[in-house]
Structures are given as structure tokens and as C-alpha cells.
């Protein structure tokens, strides 16, 4: 079974689908075997930033119960898997998101694949219960006090549920004074960071484009940065942390229930 990796932020527009997108490419391009799985079920843009809008069986149809996961992953750039949610208004009516954990589950098991990356939904939705299936958390946030605020209310909730935060990234970093300060974010999450990606309109540009920046403009300062923690993340400098792979089901159950593990 592969491993799973969350991106997650408190607020949403912080450049959690920027770092998801670049980062499994970028873990791509290192050899590994990674699927990008969009879980930001209402709010869904994967497929629309990787040109796999329309592709046919999403993520929607298999929390509909009409389609099996495994007939919803595409060949996307730079070798990556895309697993895309689905944008249409009908498909999110029809999807039940109480079977997001099982889904989730189910692709880990059965995908080959060496590492599933999920974008994840803003803040703390119904669904941080059912991401908790991934082992890992990368937690991204803007160096503003709002940012980092909602941000901790989410760290703290993803470690109730026994899910372990891998680090901080934090996106959009302009240097300017009104910058909150690498130091102080850390003080504040209690928490590493490990990625500084700056403010970089290549990103947007990449976006508009629809490609993802690492393979466009992988010179630019912001496909750097995130190379880079591709990288440190391939070469396992952050983890697993210690004692952090049991049974994926009872860490469910122990998030659900609130029992700790023994
Ligand atoms: N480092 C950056 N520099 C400049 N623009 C960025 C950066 N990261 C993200 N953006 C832009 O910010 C907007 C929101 O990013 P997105 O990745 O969609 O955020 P989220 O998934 O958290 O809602 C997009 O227009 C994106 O192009
Ligand atoms: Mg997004």
C-alpha cells in the first residue's frame, strides 16, 4: 500500500491546489509513482488546472455509488495519476461524501502507487474525519495572521484524529514588513516549515495556461521551492514519524470515537 500525503489549509485561495499540483509533479519527475486525488469535493479545480476537465468517470460518480474508484484515474502531466472530483453542480448533489473515507481506502489499497497526494477542501469540513485515512498532513498558509489562525484550528483537529502534520508550507511569502515571519508561523503552529514558496505570478501564468508551473517555468523561483521540497520529501527527511503507520482503520475509528490507541 502507497503511502498518503493531505494538503489541507484553514483558509481556502492559499495555494493549496498550486502546492498539491507542482509537488506530485515534481515527486513524479523524482520517479516515484504518485496519484493527485482532488477531494475539495465542493469546490473541486484539479482537472480544470490539468486539462482533464470532461475526462468521464470522477469522483463524484464513484461517492455516487456509480462507478468504482478504479475507473476514475487518468494519465495527467509528467507521468502523474489524476484522480479528478468532478465540477458539476449535479455530480456534487449526487455524490455522498460519507463514503469519502471507504473511497479513500479503497484507491490505497488497490492503485499502484507509491504516494497519493489529495487536495483537500478549506478548513475543517465534514471531511477532515474521512482524509484522516492519510497518514500525512502539509498544512499550507499565507504569512498573514488570519491565515495562520485558522490554520492551527486545523492542525489541532487533524491530531485529534491521530494524523500526523509533516510540516508548513508557506505560500506566497512577499518579504514585505507586513509578512508575518517564518519564526513566528513556526511559533504559532508549533510546527515546522518546510517549504517557503515566494509570491510569483508565474504561478498564475501556469495556471491560465493550465500546465502545471514545475514543468512550464521550472526555473521560476516558485517551481524552485517546491522542487525543492519534492526532494527533501523523496529523500524522507521529514518521516514518517515514529510509531505513525498502524492500521489505517483504527486510527479511524480512534479519530471517531475519541479511544486512543493502545
Ligand atoms: N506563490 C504564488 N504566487 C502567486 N500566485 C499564487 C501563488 N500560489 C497560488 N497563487 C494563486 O492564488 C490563487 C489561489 O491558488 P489555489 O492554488 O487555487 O488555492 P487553493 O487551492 O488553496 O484555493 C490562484 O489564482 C493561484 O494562481
Ligand atoms: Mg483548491
Excluded: W
Aim: charged share 25%; hydrophobic share 45%.
Amino acid at each position: 500500500m502507497g503511502e498518503s500525503l493531505v494538503i489541507a489549509s484553514g483558509k481556502g485561495g492559499v495555494g493549496k491546489t498550486s502546492v498539491s499540483i507542482n509537488l506530485a509533479v515534481a515527486l513524479a519527475q523524482l520517479g516515484k509513482k504518485v496519484t493527485i486525488l482532488d477531494a475539495d469535493i465542493e469546490m473541486a479545480n484539479v482537472e480544470l488546472r490539468l486539462r482533464l476537465d470532461g475526462a468521464g468517470v470522477s469522483l463524484h460518480d464513484v461517492l455516487a455509488g456509480k462507478a468504482n474508484i478504479m475507473e476514475a484515474i487518468y494519465d495527467g502531466p509528467g507521468g502523474l495519476k489524476v484522480v479528478p472530483c468532478g465540477t458539476s453542480l449535479e455530480g456534487l448533489r449526487s455524490a455522498d461524501q460519507s463514503r469519502l473515507g471507504d473511497v479513500l481506502r479503497e484507491l490505497l489499497e488497490k492503485a499502484e502507487t507509491d504516494l497519493l497526494i489529495i487536495d483537500a477542501p478549506a478548513g475543517l469540513g465534514a471531511s477532515l474525519s474521512a482524509l484522516a485515512v492519510a497518514q500525512e498532513m502539509l498544512l499550507v498558509v499565507n504569512p498573514e495572521i488570519a491565515s495562520v489562525a485558522d490554520a492551527m484550528k486545523v492542525k489541532a483537529t487533524y491530531e485529534e484524529l491521530d494524523g500526523h502534520l509533516l510540516g508548513v508550507v508557506v505560500n506566497r511569502v512577499t518579504y514585505d514588513e507586513e509578512d508575518l515571519k517564518i519564526e513566528e508561523i513556526e511559533a504559532l503552529l508549533e510546527a515546522d516549515v518546510i517549504a517557503v514558496v515566494p509570491e510569483d505570478r508565474e504561478i498564475k501564468k501556469a495556471a491560465s495556461y493550465r500546465e502545471p508551473l514545475v514543468l512550464v517555468k521550472p526555473y521560476s523561483d516558485a517551481a524552485k521551492a517546491i522542487t525543492k521540497l519534492a526532494r527533501d520529501i523523496s529523500d524522507n527527511k521529514y518521516g514518517p514519524a515514529e510509531g505513525h503507520k498502524e492500521d489505517i482503520v483504527s486510527r479511524l475509528l480512534s479519530g471517531l470515537f475519541g479511544r486512543k490507541k493502545g
